[in-house]
């Protein structure tokens, strides 16, 4: 997923370079069904008032079948403006057996759930994809469904956001040109974009999914949901308490420091949820166990990993590295680095593309290849529609430059590119509201138990947001992973199974358990183990064509990541 697309999710800012203990959610009675909440008049109101669409499923995409449906831009007024869902599904390949639908989200805010429900042969267990109909419900505004438009036109757009094609802004013309876009944008969403902008807050999506799980038939929602995704598995649970039978979180935003606080409001939302500090661990992290591996292990190993690391940034700095004529500058390798620590072969990938670098900066050749093209991001409008009606965020714009200083000293690499993304929710440049946005409480007691997967090294959702997550429910159970990149599921038999478990028989994980995966560095470079890793399709930045085009896996083929 192209960088600002990738600085969404979250994570709790903790001691950053420390390698982190296993941490239980506070423990939580057998009982608390009995005790469980209810879903709250208003919200029963507001979804029972909307009569349930009849989906006209058509075959599409050559295994998959699809849908759409009219819900309401607004759910105080059900019988006034409309805007249109689309959903995707894959049938259940034993509809004997159909335990019912289990509705996926790939997180953003931005990404196609339509696309993952389309490639969910590659990504779900067998087990899975037997007994569910993987339903992808687009988000409004995102995806195939009706989409959000800040401006007129792509040539509008891209001169207006001609100042943003960069990672983060280095030094003082960049900043200005990057203040004046987001103000662009801000504007734009709060006047063009009006009014799907402002009614797409995350509050939104979850009482469409409400409606969506009456139409495809199910008496009870099932939900896996990644990333951003988890924000919104963790929305629906507190506003509908006692209407899902199980839902999965994988990658953890706390939906508290994702919306803020009074007391937090005027602190940059990364200063709330920490990626920053959570991908600066990670790169420590592989970095010091490159250095532990050797040479002969990993091609960065030579010297001090974390010095030279430091020595390719610096002098990125000063003087950007030319590569066939075109310039490598320190925020897009910082961006590069960034998108390369999200797969679960990060160690890999960030090694070799230091490795190349460090090469190029010393009159070598790369034997690879740089790894990563860091590109402009053309998902802005939705992402910062969903952000920015979502939460609280600082009053000024004119701040954020202080802001960004601040924000990189706490993480010295990655902490401008996290804390300029949420630049256009500045008060006084993005006007647009969703009076219906949900703000909280997100300590509901559910009915049913929802399963919180972290992983220790995640670059996106730091491990502790998930820990925060499972203490802050009132019925919670915590699976930890020590796998590299975002997301846990794949990463080993231990979390796959713990998640599948769970999402087809409600069977939780041990309290504690924490599982292992793959270490990196554990065989040497002339093997081709570490170092050629079969290319697989990036399901985040595909389109359908693409997920189409490459075809189903063969039955027997392992599962990928989302990243």
Known sequence: MPLLSRLVAAGLAVSALLSPAPVQAAAHSSSSAARSAVTGETEARRVGRVATPKLHWYACYGWAQCATAKVPLDYDHPYGAQTTIALLRVRATDQKHRIGSLFVNPGGPGASATNLALAAPSVFSQSILERFDIVGMDPRGIGSSDPVNCFPDTGTQTKALKGMNVAFPVGAAETKAYLTSVRTLAHGCSTTGR??????????????????RRAVGDSKLNYFGFSYGTALGQYYANMFPDRFRV?????????????????????????RLGSAVGAEKALHRILTLCDQAGTAKCEFAAGNP?????????????????????????????????????????PVQVTGLAADVWTLMHGGAASTGLRRAFAYDNSLDAYASVMCTDGRHPAHLANWPAKVAKASARARYFGAAWAWASAPCARDAWTVRDEDAYTGPFTRTTKNTVLVVGSYWDPATNYYEAVGSANQLGNARLLSSNNFGHTAYTSSPCVTKGIDNYLLHKTLPAKGTVCTATQPFTTTLDTGTDSAATPKLNLLTATKADIVAAGLPAPDAPKQGLY
């Open 195 to 212: 009014p799907l902008a402002g009614s797409m807050s995350t509050a939104e999506v979850a009482r469409d999914m409400e409606v969506m």
């Open 247 to 271: 839902i999965a979180v994988d990658g953890v935003i706390n939906p508290r420091n994702w919306v803020g606080t009074a007391r937090t409001q005027n602190t940059v939302q990364d200063v």
């Open 306 to 346: 974390v010095a030279r690391f430091a020595t390719i940034t610096a002098a990125l700095k000063a003087k950007p590295l030319t590569i066939q004529g075109e310039k490598l500058t320190y925020a897009a390798f910082i961006g590069a680095v960034l998108s390369s620590l999200y797969g679960q072969d990060a």
